[in-house]
């Protein structure tokens, strides 16, 4: 049996309540109607609820821009 320390413990359960506070209170994001620089993508789809989403690849928020399709991000400073 491996024992972990109090820290490592308090670590992952600050992680685990970080995730779950982003699932039900997730950041504001807005969307561009640009296609991503990277990969070309305008559009993509998402099943959420049971329906298939048509949504911007480019997602805007705190932490920067991301693109759905490609996943590369941009930090807010570019």
């Known amino acids: 049996m491996v024992r972990l320390g109090v820290g490592v413990m308090c670590d992952a359960l600050e992680a685990w309540v970080a995730q779950i506070r982003e699932l039900l209170d997730p950041p504001a994001r807005w969307s561009l109607p640009n296609p991503c620089p990277a990969c ?8 959420k609820d049971g329906e298939h989403l048509q949504m911007a690849a480019l997602q805007v928020g705190a932490e920067g821009c991301e693109c759905q399709s490609c996943r590369t991000v ?3 400073d570019r």
């Open 40 to 47: 070309g993508v305008r559009t993509v789809y998402r099943i």
């Open 74 to 76: 941009w930090t807010p």
